[in-house]
């Protein structure tokens, strides 16, 4: 554990943010395609339980985003670093939906199945943006080793 530790403190910073933030999103993506699972099968139209699902997948990611995977934050006032962050998602909830309707309607996928290269595309987008706007340390800190 010792030597994980140690290989672990010599990875990039970006690099070791980009880990955690998989591992937050994939807690998180459990719970988004799990309501939407659940919630087709429920009956529920399959945009509206992906916009359902990724509202929630949302709040998972940001509460491990600010207490577990970035050190840094931009914003001080936390209400409109929580704003910023909900835009991206929001953001990121348009290009799911575009996505899930393409992959359904053009491809004939199943909603299940729909969410794979779905999650992966808006996975990379909502890190890079994030990370981008909210999360990135001041030049100085970054120089810093």
């Keep these: ?6 290989l672990w ?5 970006g690099l070791r943010e980009l880990v955690l933030y998989g ?5 998180a993506l459990g719970v988004d395609w799990g309501l939407l699972l659940l919630l087709t099968r429920l009956g529920v139209n399959y945009l509206v339980a992906s916009g359902t699902g990724f509202a929630s997948g949302i709040a998972v990611t940001y509460v491990l ?7 840094h ?3 001080a006032d936390r209400r409109r670093e929580f704003v910023g962050f909900l835009g991206v998602g929001l953001a990121g909830l348009l290009l799911t939906q575009g996505l899930m ?4 309607e053009a491809l004939r996928l199943t909603p299940g199945l729909a969410k794979i290269p779905t999650a992966g595309i ?3 987008f909502n890190f890079a943006v994030r990370r981008a706007l ?3 340390a001041p030049r100085a800190a970054a120089a810093r080793p």
Excluded at 1 to 6: G, K, V
């Design 1 to 6: 554990m010792d030597r994980f530790a140690r």
């Design 101 to 104: 309707a393409f992959w359904v």
């Design 134 to 136: 909210l999360f990135r």
């Design 65 to 71: 985003s600010v207490s577990v995977v970035f050190r």
């Design 23 to 27: 591992l937050a999103s994939g807690l």
């Design 9 to 13: 403190r010599r990875l990039p910073e």
């Design 122 to 124: 808006v996975f990379v």
């Design 73 to 75: 934050r931009r914003v």
